[in-house]
């Protein structure tokens, strides 16, 4: 681990890229705290810029809303094994592949346009200016 990185609360640290466009027009990819010197113009940017609380609450929307298609996933696996160990296999062969398809058709899409939706409301733009 980095240095910088290890400096970093845990909240961040491996939080989503932050996409800093030159005025030259190069673009890159960082993570917080990164710097960057741009190859064209030399230009220099430091994403530690940006305010540690802000950032840290597109984190928390992140983790939020991965949790939950997790926990479905593990649960399904419980159901599974009970299913399994009661002596219903029929049963499981039959309830996983629905299951896992009634959540790919209907359950994923909805999921994720509600996490994008909080993600729009609670995204910011962040103005960092070159050293």
């Known amino acids: 681990m980095p240095a910088t990185e290890a400096k970093l609360p845990r909240a961040v640290r ?7 466009t030159c005025e ?4 890159r990819e960082l993570r917080y705290g990164e710097r960057w010197r741009c190859e064209s113009c030399g230009r220099r940017f430091d994403t530690g ?10 984190r928390r929307t992140q983790l939020r809303y ?3 298609p997790l926990a479905a996933g593990l649960l399904l696996l419980v159901g599974a094994i009970v299913f399994f160990l009661t002596g219903r296999v029929y049963g499981a062969l039959i309830a996983v592949p629905f299951l896992l398809a009634s959540w790919a058709t209907f359950g994923r899409p909805f999921w994720r346009a509600k996490y994008r939706r909080a993600l729009a409301e609670n995204l910011p733009t962040w103005e960092i200016k070159s050293d």
């Open 24 to 27: 030259c027009g190069q673009k």
């Open 14 to 20: 491996k939080g989503p890229l932050i996409t800093v």
């Open 66 to 68: 991965r949790l939950f």
């Open 49 to 58: 810029k940006i305010p540690l609380e802000e950032y840290a609450a597109i």
